[in-house]
């Protein structure tokens, strides 16, 4: 039986340049940074490498990026750190959308519950925008942080962060963004945005799992949020992943190197697999919750099977060999319906019959011809 893998939004496979680049290392000898002898100070300079690598395709100073463990604790790192340094200043209003990843919403509403932050958390409208008039009513001279995402992971919905940044700037607070699902879809440079705090994760361009960035403007100010030794400026207290980081490095030069590529590939794998689709089942069996008119990623698309069940058809397809998702892979194991969804005001129906797809590295248009045949027809049985 064939295998398809359709989840790339989730994680994607390692590129091979990155396992060489990780072997490597690892096969170098004990990796510590901190050390003074010469293995410490060859991972010093791996690290000091991979460090300035980041700062040439993003566009920043090697200081501004902080290794982390991943997205979630770059997001953590971000609001807390930053929220905590703005309450000093009595700046304790907090901002973010209603489509956020939980690593957002679930901290903000932390930092409310214990804190004593205020919260407030726009609302999108039904293709996963937020407003920027809304957002512009809420902004006040107490605001400390606002966290709006740059692309969504379940819809792929872009916000548009320049002119969501001027207003934040503009009102003194400091601007987040959660970029994790559109590094290597995006190109940056941190220099000139009106972004002060930028979240990365590498195993979502085929880099390595457990390794982060954030990237921290020189001028912001920040609280640690754990506690040790001297590591990454005093911001991550712990030993660097070495041989994690390098190949996260190298994962971040290859997608930059061949984004465009990618992008134009990823988005015509898109619109055939939509194209077949139509092909095996009736009109008014589709709907498509992805906004592909509006700005987009170009490797997600959500569709709604109207009649069928996500939990059945997620069902049926592992078993047929598919791999794809209802949303977030953070939720997974969860029967709550997607909070993205929710949030865009979708309908019942449409809300219980969603799958997401999302392709990357390693899929063809050939594959796309037999799993369709196997989704429309795994459909068809469930609706009948």
């Not at 939004?9 to 990796?31: S, Y």
């Not at 040790?228 to 991550?236: A, D, L, N, P, S």
């Not at 698309?301 to 997620?314: C, K, P, V």
């Not at 392709?359 to 027809?377: P, R, S």
Request: glycine share 6%.
């Amino acid at each position: 039986m064939a295998n398809y893998y359709f989840d790339h939004a989730a994680t994607t496979p390692l590129h091979p340049d990155v396992i060489a680049a990780m072997v490597e290392v690892m096969q170098e000898g004990p990796v510590n940074p901190s050390s003074v002898h010469q293995y410490g100070r060859k991972a010093k300079l791996r690290l000091n490498q991979s460090r300035d690598m980041f700062a040439k395709h993003l566009n920043c100073r090697p200081n501004e990026i902080t290794f982390t463990s991943g997205g979630t604790e770059s997001d953590n790192l971000a609001i807390i750190g930053a929220a905590r340094a703005q309450a000093k200043k009595n700046r304790k209003h907090l901002i973010t959308s209603s489509i956020e990843h939980h690593a957002v919403l679930n901290t903000m509403q932390w930092l409310k519950e214990n804190e004593g932050f205020e919260l407030t958390v726009l609302p999108v409208d039904e293709c996963g925008y937020v407003s920027l008039e809304q957002l512009e009513a809420v902004l006040c001279t107490e605001t400390a942080l606002v966290s709006i995402m740059h692309a969504n992971n379940e819809v792929g919905s872009i916000q548009p962060i320049v002119e969501i940044g001027e207003k934040v700037r503009a009102a003194g607070a400091y601007m987040h963004v959660d970029a994790v699902q559109a590094l290597g879809y995006h190109s940056y440079s941190l220099s000139t945005l009106p972004i002060d705090l930028m979240s990365f994760s590498s195993h979502k361009i085929n880099g390595p799992q457990g390794i982060g960035a954030l990237y921290i403007a020189s001028h912001v100010q920040m609280e640690p949020t754990q506690f040790g030794g001297k590591q990454e400026r005093k911001r991550r207290a712990g030993t660097e992943n070495v041989a994690g980081i390098v190949g996260f490095a190298k994962a971040l030069d290859i997608s930059v190197n061949n984004m465009n590529e990618r992008k134009l590939y990823c988005s015509e794998l898109r619109t055939t697999w939509l194209k077949l689709l139509n092909q095996e089942l009736d009109a008014d069996q589709i709907v498509v919750n992805s906004p592909l008119d509006s700005p987009c990623l170009p490797n997600i698309i959500n569709i709604s099977f109207l009649g069928a069940d996500t939990e059945s058809i997620l069902m049926n397809l592992d078993i047929a060999g598919i791999a794809v998702s209802s949303g977030s892979a953070c939720t997974s194991g969860s029967l709550e319906r997607s909070h993205v969804l929710t949030a865009m005001g979708l309908s019942e129906e449409r809300l219980n019959s969603a799958v997401r797809f999302s392709f990357g590295l390693g899929n063809t248009k050939e594959e796309l011809v037999e799993a369709a045949k196997v989704v429309a027809a795994t459909v068809k049985r469930l609706t009948s």
